[in-house]
């Protein structure tokens, strides 16, 4: 007895293979007890969710062909032909390119077929064609034919399923095909363009993309539409016609119906009022023969498996010794399972991360590589098998485009705890681009600047990246790169070699250089960037600069600043050469200083870091105005007028919804109203009556898009007297009323 209880690896291997056993007995005396009439009642159930979860297949289907018409809809083609009556084929090319791009992701639609009303002409993913040809030569159907669709698209109609049919479909070759295909008309109740869509459905591939594995053997489906038209059916010879009768239909989303053999159950579809129908068995037919059976096997399974449990205890141990030698449990005896699973936990932790190791040097070898192939002092050849090595995507497509992405901080003190890495930034930015286009890979570089790779496998994916890239950046700073501002430059479209790179490289990073410096966009296209342009710096705005600095005439150096940082930016003056005209400016005042700056180190730090990083020309004339107030600051200190753009604004931002009069304001600021006027206008650039309805107006829209008060309401919270002059208002300068423009939003 005592040699037995020194072995507990045997007792413990025993004890677990009983604790098997007893479950499998307790589970299937359970069954036995309930007989196989419960467990229908259980596969009822199963097949009832799993009916559930094909009905929800089929309304995703049925949302995405919604999703797609509506989307054909949106194309900017309205009408395909010119003034004169003759079709615009470059239309026609576009349209066809984008209906591929479309469908290319849904493997059910075997096609999408754009035609517009008195048009012979018929658009689709392939090519275009005749329609009469389309729909007499190769699609060919005997109810089906172009005729019949030229009369069904003049009349009104909801959107129509039609159920699956054979077609006679003619090849390139002129070789003829049989294909069962069904049929999707868009709705022309409420046109939503000039366009009629359909789509032609694959019944194989669709009956593919639809989860049915779940339903139980023998059980079917059949779907009608909300006409109750037949519009698909698993069960060909299911005949429903004294079912459907006996169906009282509520405006439940689903009930049942129970017959001699078989339980109809009905769900309504909440997306668009289809109706499911499943037949299932009724009951199991055999139950008694079936109990028997398995009471013997249950018999049969716990006899054996407690033999079976004697021999794999005295053979599984000195295994499972040598498995807790492995893992580093030592040889004491005892608590073999416990030793087992605190190795594998072990095992485990140090897998992850090891893991984790590998996965960040297989992101620096590959962005060490990639920043090897920018650098222009390398050997790309050499190169070359490293970056098919790593970096095999870059290889998939035909062509690339570097993007240089530049990410800075636009708050004067950023919070520690808000600021994001660069490797958090570096998969922002690449899981935002890769919603867009899949092959790409995103780099840090420097000086926050990373460098997107975009494979490109066809020429107008590039100036479709540059439209994505204009809508990319505003989403990204108002959501997940919130207080970063976010440039980026698009070199222009190379061959997929190494040897491309660092032209590419050098594309982007000169861009930034010679970009225009009042350039408004935040994507800056190389292709289209000014190669040449004019400097307005005169000498003797210059020495006036100077004069003005010694005199301590401040104000007039302003003035000066900003007409020469004006003119430039009407010349179109390149970003590097802005810069360097501003660092220009910034010396010559504080040479005439001289000694008298006790924080002039400190102020030619924080100004050149300013320009270094500015995206645009008001940073940089920003940096200028703020040296020149803190140079003015050192020389005398001047009382804080109430009379300036910073106070004037924030005033109006807080005070618009009061009458804000302009002798009001003017009585604010100390000033009288037709000076106060005069000021304003020269400053702001507009009147104020002009400044303060748009800022009115702005937190109008707000109110109006994000709730639900009155246009009364709105107007009187905006400052407005009354509803008929914020009405006025609204439509002067936005061209529509309040509640049109609610309504848009809405929609």
Known sequence: MKRLFTHVGILQIFSALLLVIATMFVSNYYVYQNSISSIYEKVAKNNALGVQSTVQSFDNTFQTMARLINSIHGLPYNTLTEDDGRIDMER??????????MISSIDYIEEAIVFYDGLDLAVTSKGTSNFDYLFNK??????????????????????????????????????TTRMNLMVAVDSNKIRLSNKNVILLINEAAYLKAINMKFMIPGASLIVLDEDRNLIMSTDPQLDLVEVLNDVYFKKDASGSVTTENYEYHFYKSDFNGYLYIDKAPYQFQNIDSVAKANQNIMLITIVSALILSVFLSIYLHR???????????????????????????????????YRNEQKFADSEVRRGIFLQAVDPFMNAEALDDPMHRYFAEFFRSKQFVL????????????DSEKVLSTDTLTDHL???????????????????????????DRGPERDMLLKRLKVLLPQ?????????????????????????????????????????????????????????????????????LSNHVIKGNWKGCGEIIAELIKRNADLGVRHHEFSQMAKSLFYQMIRQVGESGKELPELETAFMRKVDAAHDRQAIEKALLDVVDRLAAQSRPEPVSKLNPA??????????????????IAEVTGTSSKYFSNYFKKTFGVNYVEY?????????????????????????????????TFTTTFKKYYGISPSEYRKQEAN
């Open 92 to 101: 026609v090319y576009a349209m066809q390119d984008q209906l591929a791009g």
């Open 647 to 664: 106070f004037i604004s924030q005033y109006i931002e807080l005070h618009y919804m009061e009458n804000l009069y302009l002798d009001q």
């Open 138 to 175: 190769k699609y060919r159907h005997p109810m089906y034919n172009a005729s019949y669709w030229r009369t069904y698209s003049s009349n009104k109609h909801a959107f129509k399923m039609f159920p699956a049919s054979e077609y006679r479909m003619t090849t390139q070759t002129g070789d």
């Open 319 to 353: 295994p499972v010794k040598k498995i807790i030698r492995q893992l580093g449990g030592g040889t004491r005896r005892g608590n073999d399972f416990r030793k087992i699973l605190s190795g594998i936990v072990k095992l485990q932790t140090e897998n992850e991360t």
């Open 476 to 544: 990204w700073e108002r959501g997940e790169l919130a207080g970063y501002s976010v440039k980026a430059n698009v070199s222009k479209l190379y061959a997929s070699e190494t040897v491309n790179c660092k032209s590419a490289y050098r594309d982007v990073s000169s861009g930034l250089m010679l970009r225009g410096v009042d350039e408004s966009s935040g994507v800056l296209d190389t292709v289209n960037i000014m190669q040449e342009g004019k400097r307005y710096f005169p000498l003797e705005k210059v020495a006036k």
């Open 403 to 414: 993007v240089l992405l530049h990410v800075m901080s636009v708050a004067e003190e950023t």
């Open 430 to 456: 690449q899981a935002g681009l890769r919603l867009e286009l899949p092959n790409v890979n995103v780099f840090y570089d420097k000086d926050m600047h990373f460098i997107a790779v975009v494979g490109i």
């Open 692 to 724: 303060l309805n748009k800022v009115r107006l702005t937190y109008a829209r707000e109110l109006l898009k994000e709730t639900s008060l009155t246009v009364a309401e709105i107007g009187e919270r905006t400052g407005y007297l009354n509803a008929s």
